[in-house]
């Protein structure tokens, strides 16, 4: 069973930047395809960026160029750099992992989330 963990959530203005920090436990993030999923309200949920084993990372087309996604295997840790943020990025964002990346789905774990919010 792997347990994650969210932090850095927050409020900013319009091209604010946030870093969204994830720890797991249970398994290590080497091991596991890790992403964050983001919920913004009355939409589905959204893939915006994921890490592979080998340290290969995929994006949203929504956030390309903008966002980047890093991981610490020391400290069992993943990172979501959030730069240049528009009102349209506020939601709750979720950190997800399972075995083998490649697609936006079928996440095996999941975090609690943490509120992004972004004002214009």
């Known amino acids: 069973q792997v347990h994650l963990v969210e932090s850095g959530g927050g409020s900013v203005q319009t091209g604010g930047s946030l870093r969204l920090a994830c720890a797991a436990s249970g398994d290590s993030v080497s091991n596991l395809c890790m992403g964050w999923v983001r919920q913004v309200p009355g939409q589905e949920r959204e893939g915006v960026a994921a890490?592979?084993?080998?340290?290969?990372?995929a994006f949203a087309d929504s956030v390309k160029g903008r966002f980047t996604i890093s991981k610490d295997n020391a400290k069992n840790t993943v990172y979501l750099q959030m730069n240049t943020l528009k009102p349209e990025d506020t939601g709750v964002y979720y950190c997800a992992a399972k075995p083998v990346c490649g697609t936006w789905a079928n996440w095996n774990y999941w975090g609690q989330g943490t509120q992004v919010t972004v004002s214009s």
């Open positions: 890490i592979d084993r080998d340290g290969n990372t």
